[in-house]
């Protein structure tokens, strides 16, 4: 394998996003309006930062299934994912989830079951990267602490508890972590807070950088090591579909720390690449690429906080 900027590592979905009028109701029928099969889940890492010119491996296991086959196939070959440390296992189905978009926001109904081989058993040596970045929850991570002691920035992200216990002992892997990237309803959920802000500060005693995105509230962001703080306002654009702009975001922060950029412009950069996904439907597949970016830039000349980034990569 050559050596990569960053891996990452999670449940892979195949996203059926459809974009409906109204929510649906008990006994009613409700005809969408558009649709779109995507990747999703820790794809949605992979795909946005491949799409940001940076050079991405996933870890992940892949049922022996069609969906299993399509999703491989499109990762691999046309978005260029390494997937070396996957694993396709056979009578184990790759998880199905249905994203229902309507009025800015989405719900999703996941078919799923856990897969028969964890991180560890994937990674049982990280291979050398810039950074690697990975889904905590209440399953084994150990892999991260291989990785950080090998030098890699340790990035971590968290998803709903479809149990919504949120336990606490999930962030007890953020030991190893460098950068934790939660949105604001998880954030407040594990640490038992009751605003974005107060989830910020209970997370900075736990991890070094901390950044919690907040939809259309923006995102608020804090450096523990020097006591910076940044909050950055969302960019107003029409929402069709938020289902993975928060990974799409996480991705954008990573690739503008590895490019050491300040950090309220690692916010905004993450910023945009989350408020250009949700323009349309599906996750993965919504990642702006950088002639996306530059397209956004031209129509806004009076945002130039970012022009010199997108001006010198615009051409990608």
């Known amino acids: 394998m050559e050596e990569l900027d960053v891996v990452v590592s999670g449940l892979v979905f195949q996203d059926l996003v459809l974009g409906l009028p ?33 050079r991405t491996g996933m870890a992940a296991v892949f049922g022996a299934d069609d969906l299993g086959a399509r999703l491989w196939d499109h990762l ?14 056979p009578g184990w189905p790759t998880p199905l989830t249905v994203a229902l978009a309507y009025d800015n926001d989405r719900a999703l109904v996941t078919r799923g079951s856990t897969p028969p ?26 892999w991260l602490a291989k990785a950080k002691a090998a030098g890699s920035l340790v990035f971590a992200d968290v998803g709903w508890d479809p149990s919504e216990r949120w336990d606490p002992a999930v962030l007890e892997q953020l030991e190893y972590c460098d950068v934790f990237l939660p949105n604001a309803d998880e954030a407040m959920a594990y640490t038992r807070t009751t605003t974005p802000a107060a989830a910020l500060d209970a997370l900075a005693a736990k991890v070094a950088v901390v950044v919690v995105s907040d939809g259309a509230d923006g995102a608020l962001a804090v450096d523990g090591r020097t006591g910076e703080r940044v909050a950055v306002p969302a960019y107003p654009v029409p929402a069709a579909d938020t289902t993975g702009a928060g990974d799409v975001f996480a991705a954008g922060f990573i690739a503008a720390t590895l490019w050491e950029l300040p950090l309220a412009q690692r916010v905004r950069f993450a910023a945009l690449t ?15 690429r950088w002639v ?13 906080h970012l022009h010199a980034l997108i001006s010198a990569h615009s051409g990608r």
């Open 76 to 89: 691999a070959a046309d978005e260029g994912i390494d997937l070396s440390l996957s694993r396709t296992v």
């Open 274 to 288: 989350a408020a250009l996904s949700v323009t349309r439907l599906g996750g993965a597949d919504s990642a702006p």
């Open 292 to 304: 996306d970016l530059a397209r956004w830039q031209s129509a806004h000349p009076e945002d130039r």
């Open 117 to 142: 081989l964890s991180a560890d058993d994937l990674i049982a040596t990280p291979p050398p990267a810039k950074a690697v970045a990975a889904h905590i929850g209440p399953w084994p991570n150990a």
């Open 22 to 54: 109204t929510p649906p109701r008990p006994g009613t029928e409700v005809w969408a309006s558009d649709s779109h099969e995507s990747p999703g889940g820790i794809a949605n890492f992979a795909v946005a930062l491949a799409r940001l010119g940076l």
